[in-house]
């Protein structure tokens, strides 16, 4: 496709429940990065996927979140066992080059209600 | 005005007039920053960026400007339109640290 895509683009769950959000990154682009934006609040670093290296975690909240990118692609964050605090809009960006700092396209983002 | 790590909430600017975003930022070994303009219900979108080589860098009826003594960098647009309004982020970075964003400055265009 054109650009970042991302599915669903909202997801209302309940609390305890596991949820899955898809990123489809621009076809070429090596890196992939996780968002998380809370209502009003800026962009938190959640993961960072380049090409086949370990993802850097850094910035994944808890252990009930996960990442993982098959094929060097397509991307799937889980977070298992739902929480309030885990409603946000999650986004997805890709960018090309090796370079963290490569300018990244954004997806629409899913936003995420834990109810 | 904005930081990565402070947050101003509002601007508000009549339509036709230039509107100046500004954004502090705290990494003195930061060398690359970026605006991005989030729309409402979308994701940030690429406005312009610059180097810390630089001071200022201009787009098509967008400026930016870098202060690295002071560390200030401000998104400076002409001639605001309506579809100017929009949350505007500014975001840092350099190294294999990646980018950190600021909170966002909202920008309301006002008839």
């Known amino acids: 496709g054109a650009g970042v895509s991302q599915s669903p683009s909202n997801k209302v769950t309940e609390k305890g429940k596991d949820v899955e959000l898809r990123c489809d990154p621009i076809?070429?682009?090596?890196?992939l990065y996780w968002y998380r934006q809370s209502l009003g609040q800026g962009l938190e670093f959640l993961i960072y996927?380049?090409?086949?290296?370990?993802?850097?975690k850094s910035g994944l909240p808890s252990d009930r979140f996960s990442a993982e990118r098959t094929g060097g692609s397509v991307s799937t964050l889980t977070i298992q066992r739902t929480q309030q605090e885990d409603s946000a809009v999650y986004l997805c960006?890709?960018?090309?080059?090796?370079?963290?700092?490569?300018?990244?396209?954004f997806g629409p983002g899913t936003r995420l209600t834990v109810l | 005005g904005e930081s990565v790590g402070l947050h101003l909430p509002t601007l508000s600017v009549q339509e036709g007039d230039n509107s100046i975003i500004n954004c502090a930022y705290s990494?003195?070994?930061?060398?690359?920053f970026i605006w991005y303009k989030q729309e409402s219900g979308k994701g940030p979108q690429f406005i312009i960026d610059?180097?810390?080589?630089?001071d200022k860098r201009q787009g098509q009826r967008v400026t930016v400007l870098l202060n690295k003594t002071v560390k200030h960098l401000s998104l400076q647009i002409a001639a605001t339109q309506p579809g100017d309004s929009a949350v505007y982020f500014c975001?840092?970075?350099?190294?294999?640290?990646?980018?950190?964003f600021g909170k966002g400055t909202h920008l309301i265009i006002q008839p």
């Open positions: 610059i180097r810390s080589n630089m």
């Open positions: 975001a840092e970075g350099g190294g294999a640290d990646g980018l950190t």
């Open positions: 960006a890709s960018s090309s080059g090796t370079l963290r700092f490569n300018e990244q396209f």
């Open positions: 996927f380049q090409g086949n290296s370990a993802p850097d």
């Open positions: 990494n003195s070994a930061s060398d690359y």
């Open positions: 076809s070429g682009h090596t890196a």
